[in-house]
C-alpha cells in the first residue's frame, strides 16, 4: 500500500462506558506482544498523517515504533482532538507490537482486539464524554458527486503529485486517491488541518478521483480550509462546512508504561 501527504475518518464509535471493566467479554487477540522501542527511536514513516498500515491478512497485526496514543487514535477512530492528553509518554514512549487474530478477522475486530490489548497492557482506563467542537462537515452538494467506481485490479492509495509550472515551481498539489473512501479521506485531511471532519454524505464504499489543491498568493499552504473547501465544492460537487456540534471524546482515566518481555501465549 503506498499512501503519501496526510490528507478518516470519523467512524462511529462503539465501545461501552465501563469498557475496561468488561476485558472478559471483550474480542481479543489469539496472542500478542508489546515491546518498548530503544529511546529515541524514530517515528514511522507517515504516521503523524494516520497513514500507516498495522492489520494484514491471515489476521495479523504488526505495529513497529508507534505511541500508546497513536494506537488509541487508531484502535478507537478517533482524531488527536478528540481524546484527552493523559500522561506525556504516552505520545513519545515507542512500542513494536506483534498479534495474531482468526485468520478471517476484519480490520473492524483487529480494532477491537486492539482496545483489549491496551487495556490489558498499558491498563488504560477511559470514559467516554460527548463535547461540543468546531468540525468541519463535508455532504453532498446540488450536483452528483464527482467520484468514480474503482477499477478492476486496482490497489488502495493516495498519492500526492506536486505540478510544476514553466519555471519548475510547484503551482499545484494533486492528490489522486484510488479504491479509496470519503472517511478515509476525512481521516487524512483531519490530522493535517487539526480539526474533526464529519463524513456525512451518506456515501459508503471506495472511488476514484482527483483533486487538485493550488495555492495562490493569499493562500500559500495547499492545506488552507478555505482553500480546501472550494476544491471539494467545484471539483468534486462535495460541500465541506465549519460548524460546531457534540462529538465523541474520550476521556484517559490512567494508563501505565509496558515492561519489556511482554508477551504471551495462544489463548
Known amino acids: 500500500m503506498t499512501r503519501f501527504l496526510t490528507l478518516a475518518a470519523l467512524a462511529a464509535l462503539s465501545f461501552d462506558h465501563a469498557h475496561c471493566q468488561e476485558i472478559s467479554r471483550a474480542p481479543a487477540f489469539e496472542v500478542a506482544s508489546v515491546t518498548p522501542c530503544k529511546p529515541g527511536t524514530p517515528e514511522p514513516p507517515m504516521e503523524h498523517a494516520g497513514m500507516v498500515q498495522f492489520t494484514y491478512p491471515g489476521g495479523r497485526f504488526r505495529a513497529e515504533a508507534t505511541t500508546l496514543k497513536f494506537l488509541l487514535e487508531w484502535a478507537y477512530d478517533i482524531q488527536p482532538s478528540q481524546h484527552s492528553d493523559g500522561p506525556s509518554w504516552i505520545g513519545t514512549d515507542r512500542y513494536d507490537v506483534v498479534a495474531k487474530a482468526e485468520g478471517n478477522a476484519t480490520d473492524r475486530q483487529m480494532k477491537l482486539m486492539v482496545q483489549t490489548l491496551l487495556a490489558e497492557r498499558f491498563a488504560l482506563k477511559i470514559h467516554r464524554e460527548k463535547k461540543n467542537l468546531s468540525v468541519l462537515a463535508i455532504s453532498q452538494g446540488k450536483t452528483p458527486p464527482k467520484l468514480l467506481a474503482p477499477k478492476d485490479g486496482e490497489e488502495h492509495s493516495l498519492r500526492v503529485v506536486p505540478q510544476t509550472g514553466p519555471d519548475q515551481k510547484t503551482v499545484t498539489f494533486r492528490v489522486i486517491a484510488t479504491r479509496f473512501s470519503l472517511a478515509q479521506l476525512s481521516d487524512t485531511f483531519a490530522r493535517q488541518l487539526g480539526h474533526v471532519i464529519v463524513n456525512e454524505t451518506g456515501l459508503d464504499g471506495d472511488f476514484d478521483f482527483t483533486?487538485?489543491?493550488?495555492?495562490?498568493?493569499?493562500?500559500?499552504?495547499?492545506?488552507?480550509?478555505?482553500?480546501?473547501?472550494?476544491?471539494?465544492?467545484?471539483?468534486?460537487?462535495?460541500?465541506?462546512?465549519?460548524?460546531?456540534?457534540?462529538?465523541?471524546?474520550?476521556?484517559?482515566?490512567?494508563?501505565e508504561k509496558v515492561a519489556a518481555g511482554n508477551n504471551d501465549t495462544a489463548r
Open 211 to 255: 483533486l487538485d489543491l493550488t495555492p495562490d498568493e493569499t493562500q500559500h499552504n495547499p492545506l488552507d480550509p478555505s482553500l480546501l473547501m472550494a476544491a471539494m465544492r467545484e471539483q468534486l460537487g462535495l460541500t465541506m462546512k465549519s460548524q460546531s456540534m457534540p462529538v465523541d471524546f474520550l476521556v484517559l482515566e490512567s494508563a
